[in-house]
């Protein structure tokens, strides 16, 4: 049996001294080469996830880890339990310094199938978001939970870079009107916060941009679906998800 308070005290550390680097970078300035995919990768991903890796080998060795950078996990079949790690979510957010900071540092434990533990980071923003099973969720140390529905109507939220036609289509079928752009896994996170109700997404993403979001927000009441209403789960043979809808106290 995992020992969740244990392991979010343990990861918890890591993700900010992750947090620590990527902003180091930030500060100094920014340059960053193309991935195979035609997806955007610095140096803050690459020192930020050696980090991680170091420091999850060290603590919990047994535990097998699936990380965006390190490609060659990508061809590990999932086992029953493992980390997803993402240790820069948000690049495009990253590089455009805009001031937002919408960009993360997400871990994510997954077993059979569901995340039962995430940890999410936004060092520009300094909030701390972790999630499980059995500790509920909290940010910067404080419990949070999803809100129930406004009488205003659902708030959704959408991704800054990546909103396509088919989430207009959706919001205007379910007559939602207010929604608030933002980049990375704070979606799930404002979900989670009470901050906002609904994040509906059908363009492509990867268990690593989700899977530390998708645990906060459970563990804060919420729920992750596909769209015909069944279960999202993870452990996908090429770790590549469907369209989902990831809803709070709607």
Known sequence: MIDFPKMIADLTPITQNAGHAIMDIYRSGIAAKMKQDGSPVTEADQRAEAIIL?????????????????????SIDAPRRFFLVDP???????????????????????ENGIPTMGIV?????????????KTGARENGNAICVRDMPNTGAVAVASASHRD???????SDHSINHTVSIGSSLKFCLLASGEADVYPRFGPTMEWDT?????????AGGTVIHPNGTLFEYGKSDYRNGAFIAKGGV
Do not use: C
């Not at 980071?121 to 099973?133: C, V």
């Open 211 to 219: 899977a530390a979001g998708d645990a906060i927000l459970r563990a």
């Open 165 to 171: 036609a088919d989430t207009d289509q959706w919001l």
């Open 88 to 110: 820069l979510d948000g690049t495009k957010e990253f590089l455009k310094q805009d001031g937002k900071g919408a960009f993360t540092v997400n871990i994510a434990l997954i």
């Open 54 to 74: 170091s420091a999850l080998n060290e603590k919990y060795p047994d535990i097998a880890v699936i990380s965006e950078e390190n490609t060659e996990s990508h």
């Open 121 to 133: 980071y936004a060092p520009a923003l300094h909030r701390m978001f972790t999630g499980s099973q």
